[in-house]
């Protein structure tokens, strides 16, 4: 290790945690050949250019891209994907080996020193072996590290061959070391596999580390922490337990995360000789060590103690959207870019946009907005940031033409998701419908609601009270017009099956069902005080549901329905209530079905 490296780290390592880490780290790094091959790293590593592109405005440099190969596994790993499974993109949509390795390139060129593959499951891509010897020549261009994350069902035969064509470290994911809660918590058998490609990654030659991903969650299988603790006694091996995460649609419950803390309670109990020992630069797990044991510890702590202030990654998903951070929902796809056929400097400048776009941190626990971001199988991997839409700036492509903003938000929900990419501005920047030809046709339904205030007269009219006189002459004519409620129902169902009439970009659908209500309300106003009589309210609620057979959703027609249902109710009515009425609160509260899954509405 080269002097000056070696000094700074070894002030950083004894600044950071204390003289008893710095003699560890010494004794560990002094002289050995994998130091040796570290400084050798290190040398050419401060010979490369370090792309400004890859640099965010909090200076921090990414180095590391994690790569999606693909959104299918073969496990349904309940915190990593929602119940009713995940929607695919079509396969036309997801990155080529070509344009992975184009990418990978222009990555590591840029100053991306480690590549981890990840997925879905890696594995079941066709042709990984490939695509692991094609990253595996991007060694010379200052690529040092290939890393994959699996869930090692389908690994043990294959994993010689993936070590000979470059792979040099290696995650596994298994949570417990129980078969019969594996199939609780993967929803799929496989335990043995899991445990055969583990004993093949430990028995491998070739591989320079080998990592077990554990996600621990209360009442499952956090009574295992210290069993897992005990496969470090003599295998070299990394244990990391990760905090659970919350992603769309994976039913995150704040009680059912653990934090790390609580989790080295639980072992520095059994064990109070565990040390603290020096993390990996930039990794995401803070390591431990007890005395004697052959691997160590690492607890990536990414919910109750976050290490946004050393990341370093970016991520590219298998349909080659770039993600700058795991709780970001922004998305910029580098795909559509490619596709287009842009030049190598255009597609780093979207990318430098994208990266400049980095959030300093990521929210605290309570405020993480799951309701925007991808189901994690969708993503790959591990680690956070707060979703938020940022201000949409202008953006201009080398040539000087301006685009809209490259921000994708395609996931959207409380408890699911909804898309706000912007669909419907092409990347020249101009209007355009989206093109659904390859899209699958399944169920779709969506409810919308929304709701006019009325004068009191109004609904005395509506309810038939008998507060009414039906000789006035208002009256009469307001009621000439016909039953409001009526009218106003078969004009929202009128009104929604021309959704696609009226909104310019909207694509018609084949509805199958559309039912209406409309239910007047009458209720306390507010801003009333205590004891105010004329405080109450009067209203009528529109609620339209919508559902179809289709390739895109039925959101639009639902939210014109009860539009049209209330612009309604106002002509209907505004012969006695004038011009006081007002509409408003028009949402939708629920869909079901289509790539982004369920949405409920929260209160
Ligand atoms: N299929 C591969 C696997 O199982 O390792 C790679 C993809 S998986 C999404 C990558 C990692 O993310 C796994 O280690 C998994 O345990 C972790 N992960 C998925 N969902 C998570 C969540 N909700 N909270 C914490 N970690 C999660």
Same mark, same amino acid.
């Given at each position: 290790?080269?002097?000056?490296?070696?000094?700074?780290?070894?002030?950083?390592?004894?600044?950071?945690?204390?003289?008893?880490?710095?003699?560890?780290?010494?004794?560990?790094?002094?002289?050995?050949?994998?130091?040796?091959?570290?400084?050798?790293?290190?040398?050419?590593?401060?010979?490369?250019?370090?792309?400004?592109?890859?640099?965010?405005?909090?200076?921090?440099?990414?180095?590391?891209?994690?790569?999606?190969?693909?959104?299918?596994?073969?496990?349904?790993?309940?915190?990593?994907?929602?119940?009713?499974?995940?929607?695919?993109?079509?396969?036309?949509?997801?990155?080529?080996?070509?344009?992975?390795?184009?990418?990978?390139?222009?990555?590591?060129?840029?100053?991306?020193?480690?590549?981890?593959?990840?997925?879905?499951?890696?594995?079941?891509?066709?042709?990984?072996?490939?695509?692991?010897?094609?990253?595996?020549?991007?060694?010379?261009?200052?690529?040092?590290?290939?890393?994959?994350?699996?869930?090692?069902?389908?690994?043990?035969?294959?994993?010689?061959?993936?070590?000979?064509?470059?792979?040099?470290?290696?995650?596994?994911?298994?949570?417990?070391?129980?078969?019969?809660?594996?199939?609780?918590? +993967?929803?799929?058998?496989?335990?043995?596999?899991?445990?055969?490609?583990?004993?093949?990654?430990?028995?491998?030659?070739?591989?320079?580390?080998?990592?077990?991903?554990?996600?621990?969650?209360?009442?499952?299988?956090?009574?295992?922490?210290?069993?897992?603790?005990?496969?470090?006694?003599?295998?070299?091996?990394?244990?990391?337990?990760?905090?659970?995460?919350?992603?769309?649609?994976?039913?995150?419950?704040?009680?059912?995360?653990?934090?790390?803390?609580?989790?080295?309670?639980?072992?520095?109990?059994?064990?109070?000789?565990?040390?603290?020992?020096?993390?990996?630069?930039?990794?995401?797990?803070?390591?431990?060590?007890?005395?004697?044991?052959?691997?160590?510890?690492?607890?990536?702590?990414?919910?109750?103690?976050?290490?946004?202030?050393?990341?370093?990654?970016?991520?590219?998903?298998?349909?080659?959207?770039?993600?700058?951070?795991?709780? /970001?929902?922004?998305?910029?796809?580098?795909?559509?870019?490619?596709?287009?056929?842009?030049?190598?400097?255009?597609?780093?400048?979207?990318?430098?946009?994208?990266?400049?776009?980095?959030?300093?941190?990521?929210?605290?626990?309570?405020?993480?907005?799951?309701?925007?971001?991808?189901?994690?199988?969708?993503?790959?991997?591990?680690?956070?940031?707060?979703?938020?839409?940022?201000?949409?700036?202008?953006?201009?492509?080398?040539?000087?033409?301006?685009?809209?903003?490259?921000?994708?938000?395609?996931?959207?929900?409380?408890?699911?998701?909804?898309?706000?990419?912007?669909?419907?501005?092409?990347?020249?920047?101009?209007?355009?419908?989206? /093109?659904?030809?390859?899209?699958?046709?399944?169920?779709?339904?969506?409810?919308?609601?929304?709701?006019?205030?009325?004068?009191?007269?109004?609904?005395?009219?509506? +309810?038939?009270?008998?507060?009414?006189?039906?000789?006035?002459?208002?009256?009469? !004519?307001?009621?000439?017009?016909?039953?409001?409620?009526?009218?106003?129902?078969?004009?929202?169902?009128?009104?929604? !099956?021309?959704?696609?009439?009226?909104?310019?970009?909207?694509?018609?659908?084949?509805?199958?069902?559309?039912?209406?209500?409309?239910?007047?309300?009458?209720?306390?106003?507010?801003?009333?005080?205590?004891? /105010?009589?004329?405080?109450?309210?009067?209203?009528?609620?529109? +609620?339209?549901?919508?559902?179809?057979?289709?390739?895109?959703?039925?959101?639009?027609?639902?939210?014109?329905?009860?539009?049209?249902?209330?612009?309604?109710?106002?002509?209907?009515? !505004?012969?006695?209530?004038?011009?006081?009425?007002?509409?408003?609160?028009?949402?939708?509260?629920? !869909?079901?079905?289509?790539?982004?899954?369920?949405?409920?509405?929260?209160?």
């Amino acid at each position: 290790m080269s002097y000056q490296r070696s000094s700074w780290l070894c002030s950083a390592v004894s600044r950071k945690y204390g003289p008893t880490c710095l003699r560890y780290y010494s004794q560990n790094t002094r002289t050995t050949p994998r130091a040796k091959a570290q400084s050798k790293i290190a040398h050419i590593d401060a010979q490369r250019q370090f792309s400004p592109a890859l640099v965010d405005s909090f200076h921090r440099r990414h180095d590391y891209l994690r790569i999606s190969l693909t959104e299918k596994c073969n496990l349904r790993c309940f915190y990593c994907m929602p119940s009713e499974g995940v929607e695919l993109s079509p396969a036309d949509h997801i990155l080529t080996d070509d344009e992975v390795i184009r990418l990978a390139g222009l990555f590591v060129r840029s100053g991306v020193t480690k590549i981890r593959l990840t997925g879905g499951e890696p594995t079941v891509r066709k042709g990984l072996d490939g695509i692991i010897r094609r990253l595996n020549e991007l060694r010379p261009l200052g690529l040092q590290s290939i890393g994959m994350t699996t869930n090692g069902i389908a690994l043990h035969r294959r994993l010689p061959l993936y070590v000979e064509n470059g792979l040099t470290h290696l995650n596994l994911s298994l949570d417990t070391l129980d078969p019969f809660k594996f199939e609780i918590m +993967t929803r799929r058998p496989g335990h043995d596999a899991v445990l055969r490609s583990l004993s093949a990654a430990l028995h491998s030659q070739g591989l320079r580390s080998v990592k077990l991903n554990v996600v621990v969650v209360k009442g499952l299988n956090d009574s295992e922490v210290l069993d897992f603790v005990k496969l470090t006694v003599d295998k070299n091996i990394s244990v990391r337990f990760i905090e659970f995460m919350p992603f769309t649609g994976n039913k995150w419950d704040k009680a059912k995360m653990v934090p790390s803390s609580q989790l080295l309670d639980i072992v520095s109990r059994e064990y109070p000789s565990i040390t603290r020992a020096p993390d990996e630069l930039n990794d995401t797990a803070r390591s431990w060590k007890i005395p004697g044991h052959a691997g160590s510890l690492g607890f990536i702590s990414s919910m109750s103690d976050h290490f946004c202030s050393s990341c370093n990654r970016l991520r590219l998903t298998a349909d080659g959207q770039i993600k700058v951070c795991l709780f /970001d929902a922004k998305e910029v796809s580098l795909r559509d870019e490619m596709r287009r056929g842009a030049s190598d400097r255009e597609l780093l400048s979207v990318i430098g946009r994208a990266v400049q776009g980095k959030q300093e941190k990521h929210a605290g626990m309570e405020d993480i907005d799951v309701i925007t971001n991808r189901p994690m199988i969708l993503i790959g991997g591990i680690q956070p940031r707060k979703s938020r839409v940022r201000s949409l700036s202008r953006s201009y492509l080398l040539d000087g033409t301006l685009l809209l903003p490259h921000i994708h938000r395609r996931w959207s929900s409380s408890s699911s998701q909804s898309s706000l990419h912007l669909t419907h501005i092409g990347s020249d920047g101009r209007p355009c419908m989206v /093109d659904v030809g390859s899209k699958d046709v399944t169920k779709r339904s969506a409810t919308a609601s929304g709701r006019i205030y009325i004068p009191r007269s109004a609904y005395d009219l509506v +309810t038939e009270s008998s507060n009414v006189d039906f000789t006035n002459k208002t009256i009469q !004519k307001a009621r000439s017009k016909g039953d409001v409620m009526t009218v106003a129902q078969l004009a929202a169902i009128m009104g929604c !099956k021309r959704t696609s009439d009226l909104i310019p970009l909207c694509h018609p659908l084949q509805i199958s069902n559309v039912s209406v209500t409309l239910t007047p309300e009458r209720g306390v106003c507010p801003a009333s005080q205590p004891g /105010d009589e004329g405080a109450l309210e009067y209203s009528i609620k529109c +609620t339209a549901t919508v559902a179809c057979e289709g390739k895109t959703g039925v959101e639009m027609e639902a939210l014109t329905a009860v539009s049209i249902g209330l612009l309604t109710v106002w002509d209907m009515l !505004k012969a006695v209530a004038g011009k006081e009425m007002k509409i408003g609160e028009i949402i939708v509260a629920h !869909k079901t079905g289509g790539k982004s899954g369920d949405f409920t509405r929260g209160p």
